[in-house]
């Protein structure tokens, strides 16, 4: 019984060592404290150990808690980092002292882009995004349901999180099962959101960032969060 439990607390640090970034809220397929949680919900599409493969769409996990939401909501989307416990989750997302950070395999930030999908992840429909600085375990990050999309209350709606990394390059997807409370003659944003091509491990695609690696980030900038509640998303950044 004790090796057993040491066995697990092994695996387990295991499973966190090789963790990156996950959406926490609203907490998706696979996501911390769902049935499937196996620390991989973290990892970029295409990584693969003996436990799991995360594929495409959503990490190949299946669906997982519903989270209600409405037309003209904001979504005050919310990261997990690899090194956060349970005391750390319970204070998000609030700044500890600066020389007190957990860890958080933040990859110099890079692109976050936040979609809609109701068929299950076959297409996207893009509600907002931010750049250089996100992922970031330390803030929250608002995301409007506009207020003219349709309901979805069928078993395939989506509320998608992906990232293009800034300075590795890894693409990363995790998906929050929703019911979608829309109006009548509703119509979905006919943006999409990026993809990469991980299939043909085209893999030298990164995002520019902030390239700050472990500790807190500056955030979202007030000018990013009011486009992405006003419907105006913020352009992706340009390459040099
Ligand atoms: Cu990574």
Redesign the pocket.
């Known amino acids: 019984m004790k090796f057993a439990t040491a066995l697990l607390l092994i695996i387990s640090y295991i499973a966190v060592a090789s963790a ?1 970034m996950a959406m926490l809220w609203p907490t998706p397929r696979g996501g911390f404290g769902t049935k499937q949680y196996n620390g991989r919900i973290h ?2 599409i295409g990584y693969k150990d003996n436990v799991w493969k995360v594929r495409f769409p959503c990490g190949g996990y299946a669906p997982g808690p519903i989270t209600k939401m409405k037309a003209g909501q904001t979504i005050n989307v919310r990261f997990y980092a690899s090194g956060m416990r349970a005391s750390d989750i319970k204070k998000q997302p609030v700044l500890t002292k600066s020389t007190k950070q957990f860890h958080q ?1 933040r ?1 110099g930030g890079g692109m976050c882009e936040f979609s809609l999908s109701y068929d299950g992840g076959k297409t996207f429909h893009l509600i907002g995004r931010y750049t250089n600085t996100c992922p970031d375990a330390y803030f929250k990050w608002p995301v409007k349901i506009p207020s003219n999309v349709p309901s979805c209350t069928h078993d395939k709606c989506l509320f998608v999180w992906s990232w293009t ?1 800034n300075i ?1 390059p ?1 693409y990363y997807m995790n998906c929050a099962d929703i019911r979608l409370e829309g109006s009548k003659d509703g119509k979905l944003p006919s943006q999409s959101i990026q993809i990469v091509d991980f299939k043909n491990r085209k893999m030298n695609v990164k995002e520019l960032g902030d390239g700050i690696k472990h500790r807190a980030s500056t955030g979202p900038t007030k000018k990013e969060i009011s486009g992405n509640l006003s419907g105006n998303i913020p352009k992706a950044l340009k390459k040099a």
Request: hydrophobic letters at 60%; charged letters at 0%; a neutral charge.
């Open positions: 990156h990892a970029f395999a990859h990394a590795l890894q």
